[in-house]
């Protein structure tokens, strides 16, 4: 079975700092890889995700995950946040044969104003 | 239509009531999954359903009881629930394994479920 682990628990910034959130997963085989949202009150969306091709990828809201297999990790980045960026970030693994999708603990960013 | 639907946004009941919790999808998805979600939590899997047959039941107690009736359709009956049972309960739907695509999963809004 596939572990994930998310390296910060609570991450606070200033509106226009950058934001790299860690994750890493434990997994000899292929796998899909996934970053999601939770904005307060609100539900999980899915903010990018990795299945084959070019290890850099592009999501919504100007975040970008790289993938680097050999060190398995898919971190998370965003050049420059805003206010509206606070929420709750998932890391998410999901073993390509397999139903079950693996969250990591989760990051709280909070951006201040 | 890439959207999961669940009803009913926010439910509460009592640790004696009967409820029902459903989730609907038009993707043609063939897997459907129930997690619970407590406050700043990942969601946790609960049951997965593939093909309209249950897949996966990931040792939950026998108070929820999961049912498919079609490939766009699934409940989860609820019945002499505690107060710890209070979460988030999201339905999710996927087109199954081993697909090219990969195995997304579209998350549905939830239901808001208070035991008193």
């Known amino acids: 079975a596939q572990s994930v682990s998310q390296h910060n628990h609570h991450v606070i910034l200033s509106e226009a700092a950058s934001l790299e959130l860690g994750c890493n997963y434990s997994y000899g085989g292929t796998v899909n890889l996934f970053w999601y949202v939770q904005y307060p009150g609100q539900h999980l969306q899915l903010l990018l995700k990795y299945f084959s091709g070019d290890p850099l990828v592009k999501g919504i809201k100007g975040f970008e995950a790289e993938f680097i297999k050999s060190k398995f990790s898919f971190n998370l980045r965003k050049p420059s946040v805003q206010w509206s960026d606070t929420a709750e970030y998932f890391c998410?693994?999901?073993?390509?044969?397999?139903?079950?999708?693996?969250f990591g603990a989760g990051t709280t960013v909070t951006v201040r104003a | 239509d890439t959207e999961v639907t669940q009803t009913p946004k926010h439910l509460v009941m009592g640790m004696t009531n009967k409820k029902s919790l459903k989730c609907e999808q038009h993707m043609g998805h063939r897997a459907m999954y129930w997690y619970k979600q407590k406050a700043k939590k990942p969601p946790e899997l609960m049951f997965v359903y593939s093909y309209e047959k249950l897949s996966i039941n990931e040792s939950v107690p026998s108070r929820f009881s999961p049912e498919c009736p079609n490939s766009s359709l699934l409940n989860l009956h609820l019945h002499a629930l505690q107060p710890e049972d209070s979460a988030l309960y999201l339905c999710a739907s996927s087109q199954g394994t081993g697909w090219s695509g990969g195995n997304e999963q579209f998350f549905g809004p939830g239901t808001r479920l208070t035991v008193l």
């Open positions: 998410a693994v999901n073993a390509w044969s397999d139903y079950k999708l693996s």
